[in-house]
């Protein structure tokens, strides 16, 4: 948020396998708040919608309607792409950060690449136009993440995963987070999660909630 205060989804700690994917995220909005992006986008938003209030005068006394509406889809690609830039920004930031404190970069392309795969799951998943969507397409940020990260990584003693870590500190809160994903009855998506706990070792935490809940 602006103010600087964040708020953790169980769906998150569910799907990250280690301290250093965790800290990806988190990393990743720090960055948008150490950058001020919430207040550029306010004043971004503010001028756009100046400038498009006089073309629409423009195009209404003209007798042109079209122009109108032709300008109001120009404005939102014109902010989509401004939001795109952010969460490149952030990205790279954020990247730079988890380097910094010791964890592995390449932890934040293995995040996207489990959100690629539910996304391909689920057959209801949104996939907005490219002019009009607010981030980069998700295997465009992976593989940006994947190349800044062999750039930028230390050697291999220096960075971390904090994986048993991460185990011994959510072990005993993943059933009650795997309960509350079953109850989003997305199945196409919570079976790509099962798949990532299992492949990760965390497979055991599946025995711990009643097949009768899928």
Not at 35 to 54: C, D, F, G, K, P
Not at 117 to 137: K, L, M, V, W, Y
Request: hydrophobic share 50%.
């Amino acid at each position: 948020a602006p103010n600087g205060m964040m708020v953790v989804w169980t769906g998150l700690r569910l799907r990250v396998n280690n301290e250093a994917e965790l800290a990806a995220v988190l990393g990743h909005e720090v960055a948008h708040y150490t950058l001020r992006h919430s207040l550029a986008r306010m004043q971004r938003l503010e001028s756009t919608l100046n400038v498009l209030s006089v073309v629409q005068l423009g195009t209404l006394f003209g007798a042109v309607p079209l122009a109108g509406d032709l300008s109001v889809l120009a404005a939102q690609g014109y902010l989509a792409a401004f939001t795109r830039d952010q969460e490149a920004q952030a990205d790279e930031h954020g990247l730079r950060m988890l380097n910094d404190a010791g964890w592995q970069p390449k932890a934040a392309a293995a995040i996207w690449d489990g959100m690629i795969a539910e996304r391909d799951a689920d057959p209801d998943a949104h996939r907005p136009p490219a002019f009009f969507a607010s981030h980069p397409a998700e295997a465009d940020r992976a593989a940006a993440l994947r190349t800044l990260a062999a750039v930028i990584e230390r050697p291999a003693a220096g960075n971390e995963l904090g994986t048993d870590r991460f185990v011994a500190a959510t072990a005993a809160h993943r059933g009650a987070w795997l309960r509350a994903e079953l109850a989003q009855r997305r199945p196409e998506r919570t079976l790509v999660v099962l798949g990532r706990l299992r492949a990760s070792g965390h497979g055991s935490v599946i025995n711990v909630v009643s097949v009768g809940a899928f």
